[in-house]
Nanobody, 130 residues
Framework: QVQLVESGGGSVQAGGSLRLSCVVS?????????MGWFRQAPGKKREGVAS????????RYADSVKGRFTLSKDNAKNTLYLQMDSLKPEDTARYYC??????????????????????WGQGTQVTVSS
């Protein structure tokens, strides 16, 4: 059974930084997985933040985080990272790590849709104060 465990959330002032981590376990980690980060604020739908293809590591970002967030992965450590800089109060949300293996590692053009991912972590809270 695939398991995703997020960490690194916390409270920070606007303009600050956080780095989220997602450790993947339960299977032989393979580069043929699409990985992503989503977030959900109270009363709002879960939205895609960023995704990274398995082969090649091509990344995509939501317009709201481009230039501020950076997605990366360390295959040797079975870990996905989200470096978040220049944080804004509107970034406040619970952040979820997600994985999918049904398309050979390609996240595709609909990477921001939750149904594109079959495995999910429990999330980690990020709170940005003004």
């Amino acid at each position: 059974q695939v398991q995703l465990v997020e960490s690194g959330g916390g409270s920070v002032q606007a303009g600050g930084s956080l780095r989220l981590s997602c450790v993947v376990s339960g299977y032989t980690y393979s580069s043929s997985y699409c990985m992503g980060w989503f977030r959900q604020a109270p009363g709002k739908k879960r939205e895609g933040v960023a995704s990274i293809n398995g082969p090649g590591g091509f990344t995509r970002y939501a317009d709201s985080v481009k230039g501020r967030f950076t997605l990366s992965k360390d295959n040797a450590k079975n870990t996905l990272y989200l470096q978040m800089d220049s944080l804004k109060p509107e970034d406040t949300a619970r952040y979820y790590c997600a994985a999918d293996r049904r398309r050979g590692g390609s996240c595709g053009g609909y990477w921001y849709v939750t149904t594109q991912f079959e495995y999910w972590g429990q999330g980690t809270q990020v709170t940005v104060s003004s």
